[in-house]
C-alpha cells in the first residue's frame, strides 16, 4: 500500500491564526485506478464509513471495483500521520502543508476539491469556512477586522514509515487502526529514547543507548535506497543517539560490504551526509564520529573493505556519574552459517577475544566493562558464567530475539484483550554467576515492539585502579505500542518527517503494480517458519518457471533429472494480500537481495538438508528461519511430536519425468537443487550444501523472480498441496508412514 499525503496551501491570509479538518470532515476526490486509465471523478469518501474487504478481515473506509467482472477491489483508509499530518498555522502562509493521509491500494489520488474548513481568527472567533470557490471571507465583530483566505491549492505526496508491526510480527499495519492495534516501527523507538534520556537528566542520571545490531539490512527502504548509498539505517541510528553499536550477522552480508558500481554517483542525489560507499564499508564510514561500530572477535584485516573501521572497544564517558564506561562488541561465529560474510572475514572464539580486548578496555580507563553481543541469549550465559567473563560487568545481547521478562508480561492489546505471543525465555535481567559476582544479562525481542531498559547503579569497589561493582541492576523490556495498545507510545515527530523526505524514489519503484494476487500469499513469521504456506509454494514455482523461461537448466537433455526447490523460511519477511501487487509487495517479502542459485546434490545430501530444515520446527513465532519451503520434483512429510529435533523427516519422494514416484532414500541419480545463494553457500546451518558444485548462478534477485512471475501468471493462485505434510496434525497423509534417506527410530515422550 501506498499512503499519499493531501498537502494544501493557503494564500493571502489575512487575520487568521489556524486552518483545520471539522470533525465530520468528508474529501471529495478524482481517484485513478493504479493499473489502467480509468477515472472516476466527485468521488466522496467518508472517514466515517467503515466497510468490510472481500476475501479478508481486513476494513477500509472506501472501497471500488473499477472492472465489475473482476475480483480486485480497490480500496483507502483515511489516517492521520502521527507528526506529519497536522493543522495550517498563519506561519504556513504560500506553503504546502500535510492535513491528512491516505493509505491506498489499487487507486491513485488524481485532485481534491476543497469544501469546508475550521478557520480559527487571532481575535479567537471560530468560523465554518467554504472554500469549495478557491477563497473566503468574514468578518470578526471582536477584533474588528476582516478574516480572509484568498486562494487554495492542493497536491499529493507520498509518505511511508518503516513499518510497525502487528500482534504476529507480520506487517498488516495499513489501515485505521494500524496506529491503534501495531507495534514499535523506528518513530515510537526514537519517541521512546528521547523520553528516557529527559526523565534520566532531570534526575541527574547518565543514559546509555547500545544497539545488539541487525539493523543494517532487511527492511523495504534498505533494499532500495542502502544499494544506492544513501545510509538509512545510520540516519536512524544518529536519531535514536545510539553510543555504540554491534555487527550483527545480518550485516556481514557479502553483497553489503564494499560499495556497488555507480553508488558514489547514486548517493550525490541526496544530502544526507553519507559517503556514498553503498555497503557495509559506507555505513560505517557515514557513522564515524556519531558512535562506533563494535566487534572484538572478527578480524578483517583480509577484508579490503572493512580494514581499520571495525573497532574492538570503546570508550564511552559519562557525564553525571563522572566514570567511563568500557563497551566490547562480539559478532556470533554462526556468521558464515546464518550469513554471506565471505572468506576474507575470520570470526574468533568469544572467550579468548574478550577476556584480552576487555583487559584491554580497562588498561584504556574503563571503570566498568560491558559486553554488547550479538551471539544468542544462550551464548550470552555461558559467556557470562566463564572465566573470559571474569572481567565484565554487564552483557546487553541480540541476535536469538528472546523475550525476557520478570513475571507475566502485560497484555499487548486493550480491546480485545491481547496477550504477548512470544514465550518468555528468563527473567529481566538473566543473572549468571562469575565467582564471587554475578553479571546481569539482558536482550529485548526483536523488531521493535520493545526497547529494553535496564536501571543499574554502582559503586566504587575499592581497588587502587578505582574499578566500580555493579551493586543492583532492575528493569523491564518497555512495549512500544499504539493507542489500543497497555502502553502507548507516539510516534517522534522529527523522525517521521525524515521518513517523509524518502518517499519520491521509493514510491516510484515500490508502487508499479506486476500483477495481481487472487488470494492472500502467507508469509508470516509464525506460518512460514512451521509448515508449508501457499506463498512458499509460490516462490518455488516461480524459481521454477523463471528456470524454464531463462535457463536450459528443464527439459532438454535434462528433462530426466529431477529439479526440486528448497528455500528457508527465513528469507521471507511479509505477506502478500489478495489484490493487485507491486513491486514494494515483492520486495517486503524477500527484502534481502538474495538471489537464484543451482546445485547439484544426491539423495543423502537432500534428506539431511531437510532434517536441519524441519529441526527449526517449533510450532510456535521463535522457530528458525532454517524451516525449509518446497516445490519441484519433491514431496516430504515430517513429524515434530515423535522424532528426534534432529530426524524429523519420516517420508520422501521424488516425481519422475515419466509422472513415476520413487523415495528419496532409493533415488541414486543426481538432483538439481533450485535455491538462494544463502543457502546454498551453507547459511542457516546448511552447511551439506556449501561444497557442492554450482550448476547455475543467475545473480537474479527473487524479489525479481517473483514480480515476473507476476506479470507472466496473473491473476496468480496460489494454495497449499500437501508437498509437506506435518505427520502430528495429518497423519494420514500418504507419506506419514514412508522413510527418510536413513531411518529413525520413533520414540514415546513422557508426560
Not at 200 to 219: F, K, P, S
Not at 331 to 356: C, H, I, M, Q, W
Not at 609 to 633: C, D, E, K, M
Request: aromatic content about 6%; proline content about 5%.
Amino acid at each position: 500500500m501506498v499512503l499519499l499525503l493531501l498537502c494544501i496551501k493557503l494564500e493571502e491570509m489575512e487575520n487568521v491564526e489556524s486552518v483545520s479538518l471539522p470533525a465530520n470532515v468528508t474529501y471529495t476526490m478524482t481517484i485513478k485506478n493504479a493499473t489502467s486509465d480509468d477515472t472516476r471523478e466527485d468521488v466522496v469518501i467518508d472517514p466515517a464509513e467503515v466497510h468490510d474487504l472481500e476475501g479478508s478481515r481486513g476494513t477500509a473506509n472506501f472501497r471500488i471495483k473499477f472492472d465489475k467482472s473482476s475480483k480486485h477491489q480497490a480500496y483507502l483508509n483515511v489516517e492521520a500521520v502521527k507528526g506529519v499530518t497536522r493543522a495550517i498555522t498563519a506561519d504556513d502562509a504560500n506553503e504546502f502543508v500535510p492535513v491528512m493521509g491516505f493509505e491506498c491500494r489499487g487507486l491513485d489520488l488524481v485532485s481534491y476539491k476543497p469544501d469546508v474548513f475550521i478557520v480559527k481568527s487571532k481575535g479567537g472567533a471560530t468560523f465554518e469556512a467554504d472554500l469549495s470557490e478557491g477563497e473566503w471571507a468574514d468578518f470578526d465583530e471582536k477584533l474588528g477586522e476582516s478574516v480572509s483566505i484568498m486562494g487554495i491549492s492542493s497536491e499529493f505526496r507520498t509518505h511511508k514509515r518503516f513499518e510497525p508491526a502487528d500482534v504476529q510480527f507480520g506487517t498488516q499495519c495499513n489501515g485505521t487502526r494500524g496506529e491503534e492495534v501495531c507495534f514499535g516501527g523506528v518513530a515510537r523507538q526514537v519517541s521512546a529514547i528521547n523520553a528516557a534520556r529527559a526523565a534520566a537528566a532531570r534526575r541527574g542520571v547518565d543514559t546509555l543507548v547500545l544497539h545488539a545490531g541487525d539493523q543494517y539490512t532487511g527492511t523495504l527502504y534498505d533494499a532500495v535506497f542502502t544499494k544506492k548509498g544513501q545510509q538509512i539505517a545510520a540516519d536512524f541510528l544518529r536519531l535514536m543517539g545510539v553510543q555504540a553499536f554491534t555487527l550483527g550477522n545480518h550485516e556481514l552480508s557479502r553483497q553489503s560490504l564494499t560499495a556497488l558500481p555507480g553508488a558514489h554517483d547514486a548517493a550525490a542525489q541526496f544530502d544526507n551526509g553519507a559517503t556514498g560507499a553503498a555497503g557495509l564499508e559506507g555505513f560505517i564510514r557515514s557513522v564515524n564520529g556519531s558512535f562506533p561500530v563494535l566487534s572484538c572477535n572478527l578480524d578483517t584485516s583480509g577484508e579490503p573493505a572493512l580494514a581499520g573501521l571495525v573497532q574492538r572497544f570503546a570508550l564511552l564517558p559519562l557525564q553525571h556519574s563522572n566514570v567511563t564506561v568500557g563497551v566490547v562488541g562480539l559478532t556470533s561465529v554462526e556468521t558464515p552459517e546464518t550469513s554471506n560474510p565471505g572468506a576474507t572475514v575470520k570470526f574468533l572464539p568469544y572467550a579468548d577475544t574478550l577476556r584480552g580486548w576487555g583487559g584491554d578496555a580497562r588498561a584504556a580507563g574503563a571503570d566498568l566493562v560491558g559486553a554488547l553481543t550479538h551471539i544468542g541469549f544462550d551464548g550470552d550465559q555461558a559467556l557470562a558464567a566463564s572465566p573470559a567473563a571474569a572481567g565484565v560487568d554487564l552483557i546487553v545481547g541480540g541476535h536469538t530475539h528472546s523475550f525476557l521478562y520478570s513475571g507475566a508480561p502485560p497484555p499487548l492489546l486493550v480491546d480485545p484483550p491481547t496477550n504477548e505471543t512470544a514465550a518468555v525465555e528468563g527473567e529481566f535481567p538473566t543473572w549468571a554467576t562469575n565467582g564471587s559476582k554475578r553479571i546481569p544479562v539482558v536482550q529485548a525481542m526483536y523488531g521493535s515492539r520493545y526497547l529494553g531498559v535496564l536501571n543499574t547503579t554502582w559503586a566504587a569497589d575499592g581497588s587502587s585502579d578505582g574499578s566500580m561493582r555493579l551493586e543492583g541492576a532492575i528493569g523491564a523490556p518497555l512495549l512500544l505500542g499504539g493507542r489500543n495498545s497497555t502502553n502507548y507510545v507516539p510516534d517522534d515527530p522529527v523522525a517521521a518527517a525524515r521518513l517523509a523526505e524518502l518517499q519520491g524514489p521509493l514510491a516510484d519503484y515500490t508502487s508499479q503494480v506486476v500483477g495481481e494476487a487472487a488470494t492472500t500469499l502467507d508469509g508470516e513469521r509464525i506460518d512460514i517458519r512451521n509448515r508449508e504456506t501457499n506463498l512458499g509454494n509460490a516462490m518455488c514455482d516461480a524459481i521454477l518457471a523463471y528456470a524454464q523461461r531463462h535457463t536450459g537448466l528443464l527439459g532438454g537433455s535434462n528433462a530426466d533429472r529431477p529439479a526440486v526447490c528448497l528455500l528457508n523460511g527465513g528469507v521471507f519477511r511479509a505477506s502478500i494480500p489478495a489484490g493487485n501487487v507491486t513491486q514494494g509487495d515483492c520486495l517486503a517479502v524477500t527484502p534481502y537481495g538474495n538471489w537464484f542459485v543451482a546445485k547439484a546434490v544426491d539423495a543423502p545430501t537432500l534428506a539431511a538438508a531437510l532434517n536441519n530444515g524441519l529441526s527449526g520446527w517449533t510450532g510456535n513465532v521463535s522457530a528458525q528461519g532454517r524451516f525449509p519451503q518446497i516445490g519441484g520434483a519433491l514431496r516430504a512429510a515430517f513429524d515434530p511430536v515423535n522424532q528426534p529435533n534432529t530426524s524429523r523427516l519420516v517420508g520422501a519422494e521424488l516425481r519422475l519425468a515419466n509422472g513415476s514416484t520413487v523415495p528419496l532414500s532409493s533415488y541414486g541419480g543426481e538432483i538439481l537443487l533450485l535455491s538462494t545463494d544463502y543457502v546454498l553457500g551453507g547459511g542457516d546451518f546448511y552447511t551439506m550444501f556449501k561444497d557442492r558444485p554450482v550448476v547455475f548462478d543467475s545473480s537474479k534477485p527473487l524479489n525479481e523472480i517473483l514480480a515476473e512471475q507476476f506479470q507472466q501468471a496473473s491473476p496468480l493462485e496460489a494454495a497449499t498441496d500437501g508437498r509437506l505434510a506435518n505427520c502430528a496434525e495429518a497423519s494420514g497423509a500418504p507419506l506419514c508412514g514412508g522413510q527418510a534417506a536413513r531411518p529413525t527410530r520413533r520414540r514415546r515422550l513422557r508426560a
